[in-house]
């Protein structure tokens, strides 16, 4: 069992960071891969950025060149840059960790990109 927080979301002006974390209970946190999903009102989760247990990372186009995924596996968490914030990433952002068919979930951080 895996035990996922977040934390680090908030209200932002356009054009400014954050930065999300997610620190996760459990052991052998190394093996899993970890995600970071947004869901927008009104729309489907969507990945936002993964990174493998060996640190190969993916992102959505959309957040390319603007959010970087990293992880601290000493520290069994996982961080979320957010860079150049637009409106549109306006969302509750969830910290996801996969293994084969295990699948964890936290309950979410709301980002809010408004002037």
């Known amino acids: 069992q895996v035990q996922l927080v977040e934390s680090g979301g908030g209200l932002v002006q356009p054009g400014g960071s954050l930065r999300l974390s997610c620190a996760a209970s459990?052991?052998?946190?190394?093996?899993?891969?970890m995600g970071w999903y947004g869901q927008a009102p009104g729309k489907q989760r969507e990945l936002v950025a993964a990174?493998?247990?060996?640190?190969?990372?993916n992102y959505a186009d959309s957040v390319k060149g603007r959010f970087t995924i990293s992880r601290d596996n000493a520290k069994n968490t996982v961080y979320l840059q957010m860079n150049s914030l637009k409106p549109e990433d306006t969302a509750v952002y969830y910290c996801?960790?996969?293994?084969?068919?295990?699948?964890?979930w936290g309950q979410g951080t709301q980002v809010t990109v408004s002037s």
């Open positions: 996801n960790a996969q293994r084969f068919n295990l699948i964890y």
């Open positions: 459990g052991s052998m946190f190394s093996i899993y891969t």
């Open positions: 990174i493998t247990g060996g640190g190969s990372t």
